[in-house]
């Protein structure tokens, strides 16, 4: 899926490095991303794995592991998801992977680098991500980890828990969203 041009301005008012306005766009992955998207999956791994006292290395090989099938069980189960990048202000900050079937656009995996979550990068994404499956007159539908701290704004933006399993939830945007600026 390639975004398109909304008609809305998708940027924010935040903090960036020194700067008060963030520019926030999404582009199609290339090859020389692929050190950046390992890099930032490691650093959310990192981030889970902080809880066991397990040695580095071990956690290494756990982490390049989990990557590997992280990006086989995409490439293999959603051959045509869109893989793109999040940039702040032309920087790579983040990665997003939906892809659609006839009545659903699928949030597969929304991660932005740790240093920038909490300043509203997310939800600036959604918020497009959104605005495209309105356009499609599609749901929007994405799955979250118990625990993982994005459910608040999932909820924020209107989304419901529609079902759940022991790790996640999936949580379902209704298809009207009023969205709070």
């Known amino acids: 899926m390639v975004f398109a041009d909304s008609g809305k301005d998708h940027r924010a008012r935040y903090k960036f490095n020194g700067r008060k306005v963030v520019e926030v766009k999404l582009r199609e992955r290339r090859g020389d991303d692929s050190e950046f998207i390992y890099n930032l999956f490691a650093e959310f791994k990192t981030d889970e794995l902080q809880m066991h006292s397990w040695p580095e290395q071990m ?17 293999s189960n959603f051959p045509d998801a869109s893989d793109v990048i999040v940039l702040c202000d032309g920087e790579r900050s983040g990665r997003l992977i939906t892809f ?20 509203g990068i997310g939800k600036i994404v959604l918020e497009q991500i959104l605005d495209e499956a309105e356009k499609k007159g599609k749901r929007c539908r994405l799955n979250v980890n118990k625990g993982n701290r994005a459910i608040e704004l999932y909820t924020r933006l209107g989304a419901k828990i529609i079902s759940e399993d022991e790790m996640s939830f999936l949580m379902e945007f209704p298809e009207k969203v009023v969205r709070a600026v």
């Open 100 to 119: 659609e079937t006839d009545k659903v656009l699928y949030v597969a995996d929304i991660i932005i680098s740790v240093e920038l979550r909490g300043r």
């Open 59 to 75: 956690k290494k090989q756990l982490i390049n592991m989990q990557f590997t099938a992280h990006e086989q069980h995409y490439k």
